[in-house]
């Protein structure tokens, strides 16, 4: 399945602010900032990778509903969401 650059902006753009963010714990870390601050920004990364890859499926999910020959059937896309759990 391909994904249309178009569809995909707003998840290009959340995972351009992921990493974004994933720098500054990186920053974080080599700066030698309180753990509480590193932990707060790295779940704040993990949830947006998260919302990304559920972003992702959920366009398979539609693509794959109204393609007459789906490319990934049930089965392959429920390890695809579970993969993200």
Do not use: W, Y
């Not at 990493?19 to 779940?43: F, H, N, P, W």
């Not at 890859?53 to 999910?61: D, H, K, R």
């Amino acid at each position: 399945m391909d994904l249309d650059p178009t569809d995909m902006k707003p998840v290009i753009n959340r995972l351009r602010r992921a990493q974004g963010q994933l720098a500054a714990v990186t920053r974080m870390i080599e700066e030698g900032k309180d753990c509480k601050s590193v932990v707060t920004q790295l779940a704040a990364v993990s949830s947006a990778l998260d919302r990304a890859g559920f972003s992702i499926i959920a366009t398979a999910l539609q693509h794959c509903m109204t393609q007459e020959d789906p490319s990934l059937d049930q089965a392959e896309l429920e390890k695809l969401f579970l993969s993200l759990a």
